[in-house]
Nanobody
Framework: QVQLVESGGGLVQAGGALRLSCAVS????????MGWFRQAPGKEREFVGG????????SYADSVKGRFTCSRDSAKNTLYLQMNSLKPEDTAVYYC????????????????WGQGTQVTVSS
């Protein structure tokens, strides 16, 4: 069993920054990838970014490229999403996910999910 717990969400003004964390506990994997997704009110869940744990290869949605950065700290078993230059349209519940595969999925095919953390960006 794997548990994912997000933290770091909150209220921030447009142009500001937030750093989300996802603590991973329980079973570990020799090879897996992590992803960040978000869901805004009335909208479908969408891919934000992802990272392979071992090689640290990353992938990002076009809407966040150049503003968001995925990273991980293996010693702390923690995934991060650094969000800079935030816009009101970034407002959503953000989820982290883990996948038992070396490939990053942009369509939400993951084995484990966190419960989410709210990010609100004011104008």
């Amino acid at each position: 069993q794997v548990q994912l717990v997000e933290s770091g969400g909150g209220l921030v003004q447009a142009g500001g920054a937030l750093r989300l964390s996802c603590a991973v506990s329980g079973r570990t994997f020799s090879r897996y990838t992590m992803g960040w997704f978000r869901q805004a009110p009335g909208k479908e869940r969408e891919f934000v970014g992802g990272i392979s744990w071992i090689a640290a290869r990353t992938s990002y949605a076009d809407s966040v490229k150049g503003r968001f950065t995925c990273s991980r700290d293996s010693a702390k078993n923690t995934l991060y999403l650094q969000m800079n230059s935030l816009k009101p349209e970034d407002t959503a519940v953000y989820y982290c996910a883990a996948r038992e595969s070396p490939a990053i999925s942009t369509t939400g095919v993951y084995d484990y999910w966190g419960q989410g953390t709210q990010v609100t960006v004011s104008s």
